[in-house]
């Protein structure tokens, strides 16, 4: 089970939504992909999906081309991408059974199966409605449902917790961690909440003009130490920049942390060290990047 | 694929004869029905007594012929506004509703989807008009006590024909367009606007009759009655029905609408871009 994006470039007109992508998912876990409004989260969800062709580049799943084998990639994946829409007239139960008959369930299968996805979204109360009359939070937890029918091996969920209250969006989040306890899926969210981000991902990627800033490859998430002072040997296997005579800022992984900071209080006379999230901080160099150019 | 299809058919179907549409669409095919029923009976055998005079050669014609011919003419129309309805939005709403998003992400080919959906709404059209139907059976056999089987029968068929042939036309406007209206008004203006001064103009400036367009060849439901095309000023009409051939020809430019029509409507959806 992989996800691969080779050379992917989109464009709508003239604007660039992506620009030249490399992207491998090789492991299960939670892939969280952070940027600011029109970064191209979306848009990488699209192409991912088979709903938006490339103008170049490969899109696999699973060593198949998405636009290719649309349908034996689909039946693999289950997917909610921008704000669900379902038809006015059919009733969210009814729609459930739709999607779990295309993924070949039915009977008795097909009615535990929408029990089980029912109850994991807590969308009980209004399924038997139709969709006309749902609330935006309401047909949220329907896409949702509708994207786990069949447990697919990969999920994309494209800013699940959008339109659903604080509550809601905490059992949200449960359900996206407890679908990941067992690290059999591949579940790739956007969210532009870094805290959600941070909380949840096994390895986040961080977009921004189409482009992938960084990528925090699997095995967590980098924190930033800025030291102080003098260091005699630096320990070997950090990445640093040396930003001042006297200052360094390390990438350490966090579960390195004690390690590292045994390491360079040997190596030298330690003044000060300063913590911050390789996320946070990609994401304030952004800020302040694209509000110089505006 | 079969069984797919099916799963499609019906969800669709389901959507459709619940929509506000179906009921809309019922509610003037049975005004329709009404207008035309009580015509039937107030002026069964006085019909002739409201030709004019320039037309008086078709007093010859048959009292029943002249009631089929009517409601015939009215039947022909009804399939274009029920396309309108149900056709004509039906991949510019994906679109325009967002629902592709859903859609075109479930393991399914798109053009099973199509298909699915264009049958699922030809389902539709035709249910509507089966109310106009069963009171024209009604009212025929209720006035002159029998019908003719064959012309009645060709007539439906010649119907059922055009309901797919303009509603895989209403599909390929569909597919062209992201947003409704822009559809709507596209399948209204071709056939209203373009077949009709197009079959008008090429008649009158060349003679020539245009049988290959839609709206011509739909004209073929009640010229089975009487040979009267009434989309053309022509003043040697016949009196008496539409010859087999014409019938073949009607048939064949309809199988051919929506042949090509759907064809073109699955290379467009395959390569449609969900924004």
């Known amino acids: 089970m992989n996800v691969r994006l080779k050379s992917v470039e989109k464009y709508y007109g003239k604007f660039r939504a992506l620009g030249a992508i490399n992207l491998e998912i090789n492991d299960p876990g939670i892939i969280t992909i952070l940027g600011p409004n029109g970064a191209g989260k979306t848009t990488m969800l699209k192409v991912m999906t088979g709903l938006s062709k490339p103008r170049k580049g490969i899109v696999e799943i699973d060593g198949n081309n998405i636009f290719e084998d649309r349908k034996k990639v689909l039946m693999k994946m289950g997917t909610l991408v921008e704000q669900p829409e379902f038809y006015t007239y059919i009733k969210g139960r009814e729609i459930l059974s739709f999607s779990a008959s295309l993924k070949g369930i039915s009977g008795e299968e097909m009615k535990a199966e929408i029990e089980r996805v029912v109850a994991a979204t807590g969308s009980n109360d209004f399924l038997d409605k139709k969709v006309g009359k749902y609330s935006r939070g309401m047909k949220q937890r329907l896409g949702i449902a509708t994207a786990l029918i069949g447990d697919p091996e990969i999920l994309i969920l494209d800013e699940p917790t959008f339109g659903i209250d604080p509550m809601g969006s905490l059992e949200i989040r449960e359900l996206i961690k407890n679908l990941n306890s067992r690290k059999e899926k591949i579940i790739i969210f956007t969210t532009h909440v870094i805290e959600e981000a941070i909380k949840l991902s096994d390895r986040i990627i961080i977009l921004n003009n189409g482009l992938i800033e960084y990528d925090a490859s699997n095995g967590g998430e980098y924190t930033l130490l800025k030291i102080s002072g003098e260091i005699g040997d630096i320990p070997p296997g950090y990445k640093y920049t040396r930003i001042s005579e006297n200052e360094y800022i390390f990438e350490v992984r966090e579960e390195e942390i004690p390690e590292f900071n045994r390491k360079i209080t040997k190596a030298g006379n330690i003044k000060y060290i300063e913590k911050s999230s390789m996320v946070e901080e990609t994401i304030r160099k952004i800020s302040v990047k694209n509000l110089k150019n505006s | ?275």
Do not use: C
């Open chain 2, 1 to 275: 694929m079969s069984s797919n299809f099916f799963k499609v058919y019906f969800h669709y179907l389901k959507n459709y004869y619940r929509s506000r549409s179906f009921y809309i669409i019922l509610i003037i095919t049975i005004l329709a029905s009404i207008i035309i029923s009580y015509l039937t009976f107030r002026y069964s055998g006085k019909i002739n007594n409201l030709i004019p005079s320039k037309l008086s050669s078709l007093s010859k014609v048959s009292d029943e012929s002249l009631i089929l011919y009517l409601w015939a003419y009215i039947m022909s129309s009804l399939p274009v506004f029920s396309s309108v309805f149900f056709s004509s939005p039906a991949i510019s709403s994906e679109m325009e509703n967002r629902t592709a998003f859903y859609i075109f992400t479930q393991p399914v080919d798109r053009t099973v989807l199509i298909l699915g959906k264009y049958f699922a709404a030809v389902t539709a059209t035709i249910i509507s008009i089966l109310v106009y139907i069963i009171a024209e059976l009604i009212s025929i056999e209720a006035v002159y006590g029998f019908i003719e089987v064959n012309p009645f029968i060709l007539s439906l068929l010649m119907l059922v024909l055009f309901i797919f042939a303009i509603s895989a036309l209403s599909f390929l406007f569909s597919s062209l367009f992201d947003k409704n209206m822009y559809a709507y008004i596209s399948t209204f203006v071709t056939y209203f606007i373009i077949f009709y001064s197009a079959n008008i103009a090429l008649y009158l400036l060349y003679s020539y009759n245009a049988f290959f367009l839609l709206n011509n060849a739909s004209t073929i439901i009640e010229r089975v009655y009487i040979n009267i095309n009434p989309t053309l000023f022509v003043s040697n009409f016949s009196l008496n029905p539409a010859g087999i051939h014409d019938v073949i020809l009607s048939g064949t430019v309809f199988i051919f609408y929506t042949i090509v029509s759907l064809l073109l409507t699955f290379l467009i959806v395959e390569k449609k871009e969900v924004k």
